[in-house]
Nanobody
Framework: QVQLVESGGGLVQAGGSLKLSCEAS????????MGWFRQGPGKEREFVST????????YYANSVKGRFTVSRDNAKNTVYLQMNSLKPEDTAVYYC?????????????????WGQGTQVTVSS
């Protein structure tokens, strides 16, 4: 079955960095776009970043643009989210998700499988 397993979350001070990883199994990873979303305390799940099947196209939420970088290694069935210059408002559970298609999407409904999430906490 399809599994997405995130790792790399943790506690970091404001201005610090973290790199999240999401390893996929049970799918032809290189055929699908992937996305990162987050859900902060008391908030709805929101789009963070998305990457196409080849890695050639990426999009970011305005709130993270210039600070976060999404990438993928199809040989390792893994998608990454490098997060720099972290802010307290980045505190959330971060989820990776598999798109229903090969290209990118900002919409939650475009994704059919989700990881369990990894907690990122940024202290001020």
């Amino acid at each position: 079955q399809v599994q997405l397993v995130e790792s790399g979350g943790g506690l970091v001070q404001a201005g610090g960095s973290l790199k999240l990883s999401c390893e996929a199994s049970g799918i032809t990873f290189s055929a699908y776009g992937m996305g990162w979303f987050r859900q902060g305390p008391g908030k709805e799940r929101e789009f963070v970043s998305t990457i196409s099947w080849s890695g050639g196209t990426t999009y970011y939420a305005n709130s993270v643009k210039g600070r976060f970088t999404v990438s993928r290694d199809n040989a390792k069935n893994t998608v990454y989210l490098q997060m720099n210059s972290l802010k307290p408002e980045d505190t959330a559970v971060y989820y990776c998700a598999k798109s229903r298609a090969s290209m990118t999407s900002r919409s939650l409904s475009s994704y059919d499988y989700w990881g369990q999430g990894t907690q990122v906490t940024v202290s001020s």
